[in-house]
Nanobody, 123 residues
């Protein structure tokens, strides 16, 4: 059974920091690209950051470049999203997403989602 379990959300003041975690189980972690998405009330879910399975290449939405950092720890099957200089417009539910990027796998292209964690930036 595949499970993505996010944690680390909460209420923070503008300018503050949070670190989100996503523990992945039930799959071979190294085969998966990990992404963080967010969805604000009344808006579409959007990609925030991603990190590849091989090489650990990262990409970020323009709105978070220089403030957010995505990383992964293979030993812990965990991905992280370090969020600094948070703004009220960062308020959203943040979702962890895993996509199989290993072409030799029978599950290439398979995609899984976590249940989301709420981040609220407010004074």
């Amino acid at each position: 059974q595949v499970e993505l379990m996010e944690s680390g959300g909460g209420l923070v003041q503008p300018g503050g920091s949070l670190r989100l975690s996503c523990v992945v189980s039930g799959v071979t972690f190294n085969e998966y690209t990990i992404n963080w998405y967010r969805q604000a009330p009344g808006k579409e879910r959007r990609l925030v950051a991603g990190i590849t399975s091989i090489g650990g290449r990262t990409n970020y939405a323009d709105s978070v470049k220089g403030r957010f950092t995505i990383s992964r720890d293979t030993a812990k099957n965990t991905a992280y999203l370090e969020m600094n200089s948070l703004k009220p417009e960062d308020t959203a539910i943040y979702y962890c997403n895993a996509v199989n990027a290993y072409m030799g796998s029978g599950t290439f292209g398979h995609e899984y989602w976590g249940q989301g964690t709420q981040v609220t930036v407010s004074s």
